[in-house]
Nanobody, 126 residues
Framework: QVQLVESGGGLAQAGGSLRLSCAASGRTFSSHAMSWFRQGPGKEREFVTAISWSGGTNYLDSVKGRFTISRDNAKNTVYLQMNSLKPEDTAVYYC????????????????????WGQGTQVIVSS
């Protein structure tokens, strides 16, 4: 059974940092793109960032320069380092894995992802 388990969420002050982790089990995702989405209060789920199987990354404009996605294939884990947090970053953050290995196209659509974690809450106070 495939599972993605996020951790590292919590409460942070504006300007602070948090590091989210997403540990995968049940299969290896080293050949799959991995991403982070988020859903803020009263908002739709939105793409935050993705890392391709080859290490290429892309980011939501509002988090560029503040957030960094990385992966450790040996640990089957993807990370999201979030710096200079803002209150508008408050959301439930979800990890997702692409259902197709070696895909190199657009990664911003949630429909690409066949595996999702349960989410971890991030609250940024002003």
């Amino acid at each position: 059974q495939v599972q993605l388990v996020e951790s590292g969420g919590g409460l942070a002050q504006a300007g602070g940092s948090l590091r989210l982790s997403c540990a995968a089990s049940g299969r290896t995702f080293s050949s799959h793109a991995m991403s982070w989405f988020r859903q803020g209060p009263g908002k739709e789920r939105e793409f935050v960032t993705a890392i391709s199987w080859s290490g290429g990354t892309n980011y939501l404009d509002s988090v560029k320069g503040r957030f960094t996605i990385s992966r450790d294939n040996a640990k089957n884990t993807v990370y999201l380092q979030m710096n200079s947090l803002k209150p508008e970053d408050t959301a439930v953050y979800y990890c997702a894995a692409d259902r197709t290995p070696y895909y190199s196209g657009r990664l911003t659509s949630s429909s690409r992802y066949g595996y999702w974690g349960q989410g971890t809450q991030v609250i940024v106070s002003s």
